[in-house]
């Protein structure tokens, strides 16, 4: 109702999501009830790079009319035609200055980190104390989160096609499929179910999102989900006529349990069962992939699956892992000095630590940092894993623990590659709409390593 109609002919899908705001906030004309996500400006030029999906805050007793999305001419508002709180920001920015914001993507990534730093230090939450947080003080957080973090699902003339995954109801984990086409998720779902056998021809790329194991879900990340299996098909296409056989390649993105209402290791043994399930059924060939806290998992994952003498994943990417949770390191200098120049905020951080490794209620801080390296990938060994490639900022307060867990693997002579963006933050590929162009590099960088790990020697793809 009242939805743009040239808008609403480029959507192949409309993604309604339920968001419940405790109370409402007129200030910034939120009320409680169905946030209805819209259609964001593209550009073609590298594909799905510039295409936003994101949630638009709608009034209870309003419906959304053309002027709800920015469209003044010669600022970012040009490629950030969406609703969610930096491009907002950004928007509210150049109209009170009076004069556009120029139109260069290293400015529009530097507003959009700097915007991103305020809302996760002013977001209401769990901040104060060491009780466990509440389910109303985490629900203003975990929708703040939604609202911060710019989406796309969809560009003119895609192929993208969701479903909700068959998993087994006794293991009370969802998933999703992120797809093309060629290879409907109904078409999944009945391998999943035994109807079918699993294809041999299929690649799946099992990613575990972030959020600090307490905020964000499995859609939080589509975009950088997607266009990681966008730039793949890509690729492994474009080189396909080098002796590669034809393959197939699908997302299958995992829900699994957050903490406070859970605690370490539930979350990876979630993980871990969404795999074996996928081996049951005859899946052959499986990446793991995940940012930030996910990214950890993909790493606690592999080496628990190793320890079970279990086949693992053929590969593993991580986007920022978060692979130290020590109370020594979140309150370091290798942290604060990087905190004006990330978004994490030190106060959250602290408490999605605590929550993760179940020591919310121990007032002991030797107790709580040895739960908390229990908890950490950075103890784990690395030795005999799959490859694994890490991607990360230069900028990011994670940075330091990242390059020791990726020294620790080198001295184990495992096979580890870690790149380090100049000048990014922490999981910079999800900024890839302000047309920046290390989150690009790095999407190639990704697929590039897959397309490798499932490629004859001969076959092997550089860029």
């Known amino acids: 109702n009242g939805f743009p109609l040239k808008l609403w002919n480029r959507l192949d899908v409309v993604t309604i999501e339920p968001l419940l705001l405790i109370g409402s906030n007129t200030k910034h004309g939120y009320n409680d009830g169905i946030h209805l996500s819209s259609m964001g400006d593209c550009s073609l030029e590298e594909g799905p790079d510039n295409v936003i999906l994101s949630?638009?805050?709608?009034?209870s007793d309003a419906s959304i009319q053309q002027d709800a999305f920015p469209k003044h001419e010669g600022c970012c508002c040009v490629m950030l035609r969406c609703?969610?709180?930096p491009c907002s920001s950004v928007c509210a920015a150049c109209k009170t200055a009076g004069t556009p914001v120029p139109k260069n993507s290293n400015l529009r990534l530097e507003t959009t980190v700097a915007v991103?730093?305020?809302?996760?230090?002013?977001?209401p939450g769990p901040r104060s104390g060491t009780g466990p947080p509440s389910k109303r003080?985490?629900?203003p957080l975990r929708a703040v989160c939604v609202l911060s973090i710019p989406k796309f699902l969809l560009w003119p003339n895609s192929t993208l096609d969701i479903d909700r995954a068959c998993l087994p109801s006794e293991q009370f984990v969802k998933a999703e499929w992120i797809t093309t086409n060629a290879l409907p998720g109904r078409e999944l779902n009945l391998m999943l179910s035994g109807m079918s056998d699993f294809s041999d021809d299929i690649r799946i790329l099992l990613y575990i999102h972030g959020g600090g194991y307490i905020v964000c879900r499995n859609s939080t990340l589509r975009q950088v989900s997607w266009q990681?299996?966008?730039k793949t098909i890509r690729l492994y296409n474009e080189n396909k006529e080098k002796g590669m056989r034809p393959l197939r390649f699908a997302v299958l993105s995992v829900d699994y349990s957050r903490s406070p209402e859970v605690e370490f290791p539930r979350a990876r043994d979630e993980c871990i069962e969404v795999?074996?399930?996928l081996l049951r059924r005859g899946a052959s060939g499986v990446i793991a992939l995940g940012d930030s806290a996910g990214g950890a998992l993909v790493v606690e994952m592999m080496c628990e699956l190793r320890e079970r003498k279990i086949p693992g994943p053929a590969g593993g990417v991580l986007l920022s892992p978060w692979v130290q949770l020590s109370e020594e390191y979140i309150m370091s200098s290798s942290w604060s000095n990087m905190v004006k120049k990330d978004f994490l905020p030190t106060d959250?951080?602290?408490k999605a630590a605590r929550a993760y490794s179940g020591c919310l209620k121990s007032d002991n801080l030797d107790n709580r940092v040895k739960k908390q390296r229990a908890a950490s990938a950075l103890r784990l060994s690395l030795k005999n894993l799959s490859p694994l490639l890490i991607e990360c900022g230069g900028n990011e307060c994670l940075l330091q623990a990242i390059q020791q867990f990726t020294e620790n693997g080198r001295l184990e002579a495992a096979n580890i590659n870690l790149h380090v963006a100049p000048d990014m933050p922490h999981v910079y590929q999800m900024l890839s709409f302000t047309g920046a162009v290390q989150p690009r590099e790095s999407f190639n960088r990704i697929a590039q390593f897959i397309v490798n790990i499932f490629s004859p020697p001969s076959s092997t793809?550089?860029?």
Do not use: E, S
């Open 55 to 59: 949630t638009q805050p709608v009034a």
């Open 83 to 85: 609703a969610c709180i």
């Open 116 to 123: 991103l730093r305020v809302a996760a230090k002013n977001v």
């Open 137 to 139: 003080a985490l629900l």
């Open 228 to 230: 990681i299996l966008h």
């Open 275 to 277: 795999y074996k399930f």
């Open 348 to 350: 959250l951080a602290l």
């Open 461 to 463: 793809v550089i860029l």
